[in-house]
Nanobody, 119 residues
């Protein structure tokens, strides 16, 4: 059973930066996609960025050029470097691991970490 533990959220001024970390423990997956979703108050959850075990990345248009997702497969850890933060980036950020079992995908979520960007 995979578990995800996030860290790195906090309060930062607009234009600042934060780095989120998500470490996976338990049975490592050979094929998976790890990523970050966020949910702001009153809004639907949205994909921020993800990265496959092969290194392919996918980023939301709203964060392109500002956020970078990366992973260390040896450590089963995914990172989200967030630069040039804006107040509209304020949300709870959730780490997600989409794991291929060989016949279907399963999803694991972290507990969430708050990111608050002040203007």
């Amino acid at each position: 059973q995979v578990q995800l533990v996030e860290s790195g959220g906090g309060l930062v001024q607009a234009g600042g930066y934060l780095r989120l970390t998500c470490a996976a423990s338990g049975m490592p997956a050979s094929i998976d996609v790890m990523g970050w979703y966020r949910q702001a108050p009153g809004k639907q959850s949205e994909l921020v960025a993800d990265i496959s075990s092969g290194g392919n990345t996918n980023n939301a248009d709203s964060v392109k050029g500002r956020f970078t997702v990366s992973r260390d497969n040896a450590k089963d850890t995914v990172y989200l470097q967030m630069n040039s933060l804006k107040p509209e980036d304020t949300a709870v950020y959730y780490c997600n691991d989409k794991i291929w079992s060989g016949s279907n995908w399963s999803y694991v979520w972290g507990q969430g970490t708050q990111v608050t960007v002040s203007s």
